[in-house]
């Protein structure tokens, strides 16, 4: 694999959230999404910059021949409880590469750093890589379907 560098993400850094987005064809966005999401409107652009602060982390992995963020991870903590719902996403062109593996074990470190002992996602159904991603992240505690999603719910390891 190319080099590929991970960094966290400061609050309201919005230029690695749109070019992530742009990377990403409409099959992609409907995945992550759980849905159509043919552009982010600034409502959305404004939840997922909400970050770099204790409970609300993100992690970017960063092309390095271009410097152009191909990947995103974050992580928002319960308020009442030791586990948080993560997200992740990989720009088309670096799909099946290993870069989702980075993001999540990333975002599972900082979680656990912050004292976070479970992982909560929802994934569409269909995609087999990022349902596997989230399951390789520890012992999976529960999976109860949710519309066309499933929510997975892991113990870290």
């Known amino acids: 694999m190319p080099t590929v560098a991970l960094r966290t993400l400061s609050y309201g850094e ?3 959230v749109l070019e992530v987005f742009s990377g990403l064809s409409e099959r992609s966005r409907r995945l992550r999404f759980l849905g159509a999401k043919p552009r982010l409107r600034e409502q959305d652009v ?4 909400d970050v770099g602060r204790c409970g609300h982390e993100a992690v970017a992995a960063v092309d390095g021949r271009t410097g152009r963020a191909i990947g995103l991870a974050r992580f928002v903590r319960d308020s009442d409880a030791p586990e948080a719902e993560i997200a992740f996403e990989v720009v088309d062109e670096w799909q099946g590469r290993g870069v989702g593996r980075l993001l999540v074990e990333e975002v599972a470190r900082m979680a656990r750093e912050q004292g976070i002992l479970r992982l909560r ?3 569409d159904r269909s995609n ?3 349902l596997a991603l989230v399951r390789g ?6 999976q109860r379907p949710d519309g066309p999603a499933v929510e997975l719910v892991v113990r870290l390891a």
């Open 14 to 16: 919005r230029e690695p």
């Open 46 to 49: 404004e939840a997922l910059v």
């Open 121 to 123: 996602a929802f994934v």
């Open 128 to 130: 087999a890589p990022a």
């Open 137 to 142: 992240l520890g012992d999976l505690v529960a």
